[in-house]
């Protein structure tokens, strides 16, 4: 090949790869309220002790960033009181992923989409539970799990640019679990029973943060997009916690 040619070509390809760097991504970012009843019965095996049973309701949220353009998503959780679990505000981010997490359905005739997330599993557990793991299974469950979660499409402007995304996607989530704790040791009694946990709430569209991640810059990707959530969650008082 000569120079000329070869001048040539390498001022197209860099073209290409200047207009493909251009090309924006279409990220939203939904951010989940709600909160968590759970319900629980127990038996402890211990004679004359009878049933010990509590319920609580605890808020949970998280966000999730969803990337339509690759096809990728990300979910940032966060905690705080009154949750029984987080005496302070915390928040863990886990690794991206593949999927947009909800399917699509267009609507017929009215010409717009249903996202939903219909999900239903049973699983069996059984885990060691022991501090000084002994390597001896003490805990057995059972847990079923449905969950249902739906939001009808319209267009709205993000990033300059009209897209097909739902305002609010409505969540419930129901989990039952059956269980059997063989562990007697710093004042747990073996006990076998139930947890009942109902999950509900809402994913609403941050119109501001899929603004910013979705215009053409900096700010236009997945990484991008976690930090802008990052940094409004540590405005608020929450940090960050790695496992």
Do not use: C
């Amino acid at each position: 090949m000569n120079k000329f040619r070869f001048g040539i070509l390498s001022t197209i390809l860099l073209g290409v790869g200047a207009l493909s760097a251009q090309t924006p991504e279409d990220i939203v970012i939904f951010k989940r309220t709600g909160f968590l009843a759970q319900d629980y019965a127990a038996e402890n095996t211990t004679a004359g002790t009878g049933m010990a049973s509590f319920k609580n309701r605890v808020p949970e949220g998280q966000y999730e960033i969803i990337n339509l353009t690759t096809g990728e998503h990300q979910i940032i959780e966060y905690y705080g009181p009154p949750h029984p679990d987080f005496p302070a505000r915390v928040y863990f981010v886990n690794a991206p992923a593949s999927g947009i997490i909800y399917d699509i359905l267009p609507i017929k005739p009215a010409g717009n989409f249903l996202w939903f997330r219909a999900y239903g599993a049973s699983v069996e557990v059984a885990e060691d539970l022991d501090p000084d793991d002994d390597n001896t299974i003490d805990y057995f469950s059972t847990v079923q799990y449905v969950a249902d979660e739906q939001g009808k499409a319209g267009k709205i402007k993000i990033g300059g640019r009209e897209l097909f995304v739902p305002k609010t996607i409505t969540v419930l989530e129901d989990l039952m679990e059956q269980y059997e704790q063989n562990l007697a040791s710093g004042g747990v009694p073996k006990s076998t029973g139930s947890v009942i946990r109902q999950f509900k709430g809402t994913a609403k569209l941050d119109v501001k943060l899929s603004n910013t991640a979705s215009t053409p810059g900096a700010n236009n990707s997945l990484e991008a997009a976690m930090d802008s959530v990052k940094a409004l969650l540590q405005k608020q008082g929450y940090i960050e916690v790695t496992e």
